[in-house]
């Protein structure tokens, strides 16, 4: 069997089409879903990037392998295998098209063939750039076994697909209005010359919100479409039927929720919430699920439906009984940690999440929240200091999974917070680049113009 894993960085799964999102941005993931076994109840478990890809590739959690950071000097224990290797020693041809090895060498292991279609400006590869290595790879390799990784780039800031993508989804009158003010709270929060610099200034610097969440939804159409090549291939080498397909994220990304305009911090759902599509060949029937299932589940997933046995533990468990209809849960929660812009961690179940923030960063939000999602999905009434009893329930679930996890070793999390979140660093380089005094800016911010 063949293995196309197809990740998507920074995508949210509720500006997809398939999951409920009100303007057609993905016909073609749509296409796969509906063929496949969609899951809508997916989350990260370690955001951003490198946390997010290193839970994937191994199955454990960012407490576990202890990657909990974008941006620090964290690496994983050799001894930890990678999906890649575990692959490649059980008779796969292993190739990723992909730049992650530039962040972390680790992420290069297990890899005959790697294919780095840029080595700088990662977030400005286009996702032609990817399929153009791609396809050239696959039909050089279809008749063997393989396990290809497509890492696209576009939904990640600054939100840059082709021009014709831009203004798709834009129902605004001037993106530069002086009189629209959507993007003033942004301004006013320190991060913002970095963002402003990376992001903002390449789209010209827009006063309308929505009209980068438009670049943000055209960058999905564009992926889709790439994407939709690919699976074509696939159906002309007549190798799409024989081959198991993964379609996921790192992490999401906030528009404006939360008053975070446009990056992936904060445990809430528009950035633990991903997308999960499988379909594995023409073994199993379409199928719909709403059931809680995590990053650490996507390796064990794969091995169990090549029939692999190996000897490592994983954290995560094989969906293939959901799939199956064998039963209709795997998890009663999930947690998720972030540490890079901020530290935190949260556990979440069908009904509840509690946000424990240890550090907020450059950012000001609650140390503690606690949302009821049934009735509040967009997580805008914390109810920490109302619901005593499922306060204190929650608390004591997530210091005994602490406990559980850890032993005897550090909180990963409060050891990074210690040394100091790497974001920090990220503008205080920007600040220096545009000659501002950091703290005259963070005592005395001015709004650019």
């Known amino acids: 069997m063949k293995v196309l894993f197809i990740a998507i960085d920074?995508?949210?799964a509720d500006h997809l089409s398939s999951y409920g999102y009100k303007f057609k941005t993905s016909p073609n993931i749509d296409n796969l879903a509906d063929e496949g076994i969609i899951f809508f109840d997916a989350f990260a478990n370690g955001i951003p990037t490198t946390p997010g890809f290193t839970t994937i590739f191994t199955g454990l959690h960012s407490i576990t392998h202890r990657v909990v950071s974008h941006g620090g000097d964290e690496t994983i224990d050799n001894s930890i295998p990678l999906l890649p290797e575990i692959l490649r020693d059980?008779?796969?041809?292993?190739?990723?098209?992909?730049?992650l090895f530039n962040i972390k060498p680790y992420f290069g292991r297990g890899y005959e063939y790697?294919?780095?279609?840029?080595?700088?400006?990662m977030h400005h590869i286009r996702a032609e750039e990817i399929n153009f290595e791609a396809i050239r790879w696959i039909r050089e390799h279809y008749r063997e076994n393989f396990f290809l990784f497509l890492h696209y780039w576009d939904c990640h800031t600054p939100y840059l697909p082709p021009e014709e993508y831009w203004t798709i989804f834009y129902n605004g009158d001037d993106p530069f209005d002086p009189d629209n003010h959507s993007m003033d709270?942004?301004?006013?929060?320190?991060?913002?010359?970095?963002f402003k610099k990376w992001h903002y200034d390449l789209l010209g610097n827009p006063t309308d919100a929505g009209y980068i969440t438009a670049h943000y939804d055209g960058a999905i159409k564009y992926v889709d479409s790439a994407i939709g090549e690919i699976l074509d291939v696939l159906k002309k080498l007549g190798i799409y039927g024989e081959t198991l397909i993964i379609l996921t994220a790192d992490h999401g990304e906030n528009?404006?929720?939360h008053n975070f305009f446009f990056d992936h911090q904060g445990l809430y759902e528009p950035t633990i919430h991903i997308p999960l599509i499988i379909r594995v060949g023409d073994r199993f029937p379409s199928r719909k699920i709403e059931s809680i299932v995590q990053h650490i589940?996507?390796?064990?997933?794969?091995?169990?439906v090549l029939n692999i046995r190996v000897d490592s533990k994983f954290d995560g468990r094989s969906l293939v009984p959901l799939i199956k209809g064998e039963t209709d849960r795997l998890h009663r929660e999930v947690i998720s940690t972030e540490c890079t812009w901020r530290a935190g961690i949260s556990i979440r179940t069908e009904d509840w999440k509690l946000i424990k923030t240890i550090d907020q960063g450059l950012y000001s939000t609650p140390p503690k929240e606690l949302f009821n999602l049934r009735e509040d999905p967009k997580e805008e009434v914390n109810l920490y200091d109302r619901e005593e009893d499922l306060r204190d329930e929650f608390e004591l679930r997530l210091t005994r999974w602490l406990e559980d996890r850890l032993?005897?070793?550090?909180?990963?999390?409060?050891?990074q917070a210690v040394k100091g979140l790497p974001a920090k660093r990220?503008?205080?380089r920007t600040l220096r680049d545009m000659h501002i005094d950091w703290d005259e800016w963070v005592t005395k911010r001015q709004r650019f113009i």
């Not at 709270?185 to 010359?193: E, N, V």
């Not at 589940?297 to 169990?304: A, F, H, N, R, S």
């Not at 032993?407 to 050891?415: A, E, H, M, T, V």
Request: charged fraction near 25%; aromatic fraction near 10%; glycine fraction near 4%.
């Open 10 to 12: 920074t995508l949210r």
């Open 90 to 99: 059980n008779g796969y041809r292993t190739c990723a098209v992909d730049n």
């Open 114 to 121: 790697y294919i780095n279609p840029k080595s700088k400006n």
């Open 185 to 194: 709270p942004a301004k006013d929060q320190i991060p913002y010359p970095f």
């Open 255 to 257: 528009m404006t929720e």
């Open 297 to 304: 589940d996507i390796l064990p997933t794969i091995l169990d």
């Open 407 to 415: 032993g005897n070793r550090p909180d990963p999390i409060r050891l």
């Open 426 to 428: 990220w503008v205080e």
